[in-house]
């Protein structure tokens, strides 16, 4: 099933690039998103079989990130059947061919980093989601966006330069007489005969260089600008599917932590990072300017939640791991929102926007409540993960961790009701109703109602594999 998985975007993303006309490729993009959808369900029923020596093989955790990308891809796709004709009739360019080429490209590398247990291969599939994403965002060709793409290739290149650095320091650590291979289930299984020093320089690196990608502050400044200028749908993968990526990665340097008794070292650093990076979210999210930006910086306060998650162990890892379904159906939910807003208004401004809930209902309604997922507001699924995270700090009596969590998701909370309800109220500068299309609004709605879904009630499956994949971590469920 593992192969399948990988090669069915690959193929499809190579015969778009071939495909002559605009519908074939549409309808191709559907179909094989669905298709990977589907194949994605099956394996929730039945485990595939590791291949290549364990190179490939489909865990808990694994599958709860592919699970997510997957979902979110077939969302993205549906909205793209109304995005994409919009977007050739405003921009006056022909560049659908490279995007949907590029976009099943980005699916089918994302898929081999979540099914990759070898640390090389995970590192490959990596630096292929960002090759591969980077065209997406550089869709409009505007200066911006080739500036947003620019620093998106850069500083994700210094992220995964260090982290290939974390890989080489982990070979290291484990070559004492005999040749053990990068395979995470072998590196658990050597954990004792580990180099300490070793062994803690490279989780050093795989959570810097990893940590570029998901977003953790200091080196996280490629995220606002790649998130903001690229179209709605890839804003939504890339926040929603490709930062649990880049986190899957550190969770595997945290597996291996845990096998060779570094588990406490490796978690205090992913506190000080999360909340490090809940921090400079907040000072950014007091004042926004651009809601694609700001939506980018929610990102990065989440990101940092998910850190402190994880971090602090125990029950903190399978909350985590439920904070990280609600963000990517919240996040994904908003960013396809902001696409219409977009459409409509014509600007990312936030004091440019006016008047949704009159000028767009729907579109407006979908935002109020994209805005109350997002920022953890009950009862959506979000309150009940961050309250989880909070209560695992309170029982261990990390009483500066309860508080500073408190405080910067306060301040987040404020300075994105102060952008939302501006946007959301008053009178818009046009008397015309904007045009709300089915197609824009299903995807969205669906999602933020799997948001809200699990604010009340969590299916067997996804808590049997939450559970599951909290212990492949060390945590307890």
């Known amino acids: 099933m593992i192969v399948p998985l990988i090669v069915l975007p690959l193929s499809a993303g190579v015969l778009a690039f071939a495909l002559p006309h605009a519908g074939l490729r549409r309808g191709l993009l559907i179909l094989t998103s669905a298709g990977h959808t589907i194949l994605v369900a099956s394996c929730f029923a039945v485990a595939p079989e590791p291949l290549l020596s364990g190179w490939l093989g489909l865990d808990a955790p694994g599958l709860l990130f592919l699970a997510l990308a997957s979902l979110l891809f077939l969302a993205a796709s549906v909205y ?18 490279v995007f949907v080429g590029c976009l099943l490209l980005f699916l089918s590398s994302m898929t081999l980093a979540t099914t990759s247990q070898h640390m090389g291969l995970l590192w490959i599939s990596i630096e292929a989601t960002t090759l591969s994403s980077a065209p997406l965002i550089y869709f409009h060709r505007e200066r911006r966006s080739l500036e947003a793409t620019w620093k998106y290739l850069l500083i994700c290149s210094v992220g995964i330069a260090l982290a290939l650095m974390g890989t080489f320091f982990l070979a290291v650590a484990v070559t004492d007489g005999k040749t053990v291979p990068l395979v995470v ?34 080196l996280h400044t490629w995220l606002p600008d790649a998130h903001s200028e690229s179209p709605s749908p890839v804003s939504a993968l890339l ?204 995807p969205p709605a669906v999602l933020g109602s799997g948001v809200l879904l699990l604010g009340f009630y969590i299916p067997p499956h996804l808590t049997s594999l939450l559970e599951t994949a909290s212990r492949a971590l060390g945590g307890a469920p």
């Open 239 to 442: 926040s929603g599917a490709l930062l649990n990526c880049a986190f899957l990665g550190i969770l595997r340097g945290l597996q291996i932590c845990h096998g060779a008794g570094l588990e406490q070292f490796a978690r205090e650093l992913l506190l000080l990072f999360g909340i490090f990076s809940m921090g400079i979210a907040a000072v950014f999210l007091l004042r926004p300017v651009d809601f694609k930006r700001m939506l980018a910086y929610s990102s990065v306060e989440h990101m940092g939640i998910l850190a402190v998650g994880v971090g602090l162990g125990a029950a903190g890892t399978s909350a985590a791991l439920l904070h990280a379904v609600n963000h990517s159906l919240a996040k994904g939910m908003l960013f396809l929102v902001a696409g219409n807003i977009v459409a409509v208004y014509n600007t990312k401004s936030v004091d440019s926007v006016r008047g949704l809930l009159r000028r767009i209902p729907a579109s407006g309604f979908l935002w109020v409540s994209g805005f109350l997922a997002i920022t953890g507001c009950p009862p959506f699924g979000t309150f009940l993960s961050e309250f989880s995270i909070l209560r695992a700090a309170a029982d261990q009596g990390l009483g500066f961790i309860v508080a500073a969590y408190l405080v910067l998701l306060g301040l987040a909370f404020v300075g994105m009701a102060n952008a939302f309800l501006h946007m959301a109220q008053g009178n818009s500068k046009s008397s015309l109703p904007g045009k709300e299309r089915y197609l824009e609004l299903l």
């Open 80 to 97: 793209g059947l109304a995005y994409l004709p919009r977007e050739d009739q405003r921009a006056g360019h022909k560049s659908e061919r």
């Open 185 to 218: 289930k072998d590196l658990i299984e050597a954990g004792g005969m580990m180099h300490t020093a070793w062994m803690k320089a490279a989780f050093c690196f795989l959570l810097v260089g990893y940590g570029t990608k998901m977003g953790l502050a200091p």
